[in-house]
């Protein structure tokens, strides 16, 4: 007999995180998430998103086996932003069964309900735009690179069999290294230099020596170039601070830069190392006893990157800066011998700007992800 459980012990948080070890253990493209860091990431009081939100973990059994999982979500944060009452659903993982997914889906409508939602359900966001969200619905071949989703592709069917449509699709490009055309991307690269040049816009590494205020610089415009955004919620302080200190670990000031007109930072792109190339080989996200070395051994090795931000404020648009951003970070990959691969995720369907900057130096689509809504 199914049934569905809150999952608020802290056994039941651990069965939470745990369960899609075991669901994707065939998987060869399964990526584990870090123990520690799903668990800091849904307990109050260890991720400042639950200073402004709430986390609702659902566990599905059947007898005493998991077969499902889900957390509904409420945002005061997107609340307050957007004007719009609504409602997420995250970290949503299940057995390929219609019934188990519908007990899950109508557990999470009902407490969002109970919250006052009255709005849509919005989803898969886990628990926000800000962190890891959407579903992914072409492109099951290979591994998600750094902080992007992963799931089989019968999650489509399971999500619009429950009455969820389509709200965006957002996409990822691929760069191969082997099809840098020198001549071409200089030739672009120089002419969109010019122009910054001659606006009085100068592009640079961040300063990591004053990472401090060069961060806090960076969140404002990070909060302004996504507004238009849709789903986004901006950051708070502590959350941008929570997340640029992890990043600050495997940040390369190489592939973080920032565009600054007469000392005002005005956009930045941010790449990381694909680290997923190390922590697939991490068995079931735990450093100790041995995934730290594989963990350190492997993020030496990783021949992948990902542009994961990359936005210019209102104003600025259109002069090429975005264009620059990725030849200057492509440029600069051209120089590590070991990287071949670039990818630029997430990027929404309908940001037709921010697609031909990638098209231009040859970007090609490669993955699709989806983030569905319905009314509760």
């Given at each position: 007999m199914?049934q ?13 995180v ?7 253990k065939?998987?060869?493209?399964y990526v ?11 307990t109050p009081g260890?991720?400042p998103f639950?200073?402004?939100g709430v986390v609702q973990?659902?566990l599905a059994?059947?007898?005493?086996k998991i077969v ?6 409420t945002?005061k944060?997107?609340v307050?932003f957007t004007?719009?009452?609504?409602g997420?659903f995250?970290?949503f ?11 899950l889906?109508d557990?999470a409508?009902?407490w969002l ?6 709005g849509?359900i ?8 800000n962190e890891v969200c959407?579903l992914?619905?072409?492109g099951?071949?290979e591994?998600?690179k750094?902080m992007?989703p992963?799931n ?7 999500i619009?069999?429950?009455g969820?449509a389509k709200?965006t699709d957002?996409l990822?490009y691929q760069?191969?290294i082997s ?9 672009l690269h120089d002419?969109m ?7 009085n816009i100068?592009?640079r590494k961040i300063n990591?020596?004053?990472?401090k205020?060069?961060a ?7 909060n ?15 959350e941008?601070?929570y997340?640029a200190?992890?990043m600050k ?10 565009a600054e007109?007469?000392g005002?930072?005005i956009g930045f ?5 694909n680290i997923?190339e190390a ?6 996200g735990?450093?100790l006893?041995?995934g730290i070395?594989k963990l ?6 990783v021949?992948?990157?990902r542009?994961?931000l990359?936005?210019?404020?209102e104003?600025y ?7 620059n951003f990725y030849s200057?970070?492509i440029?600069?990959?051209k ?6 691969e670039?990818?630029?995720?997430w ?8 697609r031909?900057a990638i098209?231009?130096?040859?970007g090609k689509i ?7 809504e319905?009314?509760?």
């Amino acid at each position: 007999m199914k049934q569905i459980v809150p999952a608020n012990t802290t056994k039941q948080l651990k069965l939470f995180v745990d369960f899609p070890h075991e669901l994707y253990k065939n998987d060869p493209n399964y990526v584990p998430e870090l123990f520690i860091a799903q668990k800091d990431l849904l307990t109050p009081g260890k991720h400042p998103f639950h200073e402004n939100g709430v986390v609702q973990k659902f566990l599905a059994f059947d007898n005493d086996k998991i077969v499902g999982r889900i957390a509904a979500i409420t945002n005061k944060n997107y609340v307050s932003f957007t004007g719009k009452n609504d409602g997420f659903f995250g970290f949503f993982e299940c057995i390929n069964d219609e019934e188990t997914a519908k007990l899950l889906f109508d557990t999470a409508e009902k407490w969002l309900r109970e919250q006052g939602v009255t709005g849509k359900i919005i989803g898969p966001v886990s628990p926000s735009t800000n962190e890891v969200c959407a579903l992914l619905v072409e492109g099951f071949n290979e591994p998600p690179k750094v902080m992007m989703p992963y799931n089989p592709p019968y999650y489509y069917q399971l999500i619009e069999t429950n009455g969820f449509a389509k709200q965006t699709d957002i996409l990822a490009y691929q760069y191969l290294i082997s099809t840098y055309n020198d001549t071409r991307m200089r030739r672009l690269h120089d002419l969109m230099q010019k122009r910054l040049q001659d606006r009085n816009i100068v592009i640079r590494k961040i300063n990591l020596k004053d990472f401090k205020n060069e961060a806090k610089k960076i969140k404002e415009v990070y909060n302004s170039a996504w507004d238009k955004n849709l789903g986004f919620t901006p950051m708070t302080d502590a959350e941008f601070n929570y997340a640029a200190k992890d990043m600050k670990l495997i940040l390369d000031p190489e592939f973080c830069i920032v565009a600054e007109h007469e000392g005002k930072i005005i956009g930045f792109a941010l790449a990381l190392p694909n680290i997923n190339e190390a922590l697939i080989k991490v068995k079931r996200g735990r450093l100790l006893p041995t995934g730290i070395f594989k963990l350190l051994t492997g993020k030496k090795k990783v021949k992948s990157l990902r542009i994961l931000l990359l936005g210019v404020i209102e104003g600025y648009r259109k002069a090429g800066i975005e264009m620059n951003f990725y030849s200057t970070i492509i440029d600069n990959v051209k120089k590590n011998k070991k990287i071949n691969e670039v990818e630029a995720s997430w990027i929404l369907e309908d940001n037709l700007m921010m697609r031909k900057a990638i098209e231009d130096i040859n970007g090609k689509i490669y993955k699709r992800y989806r983030i569905f809504e319905k009314q509760i």
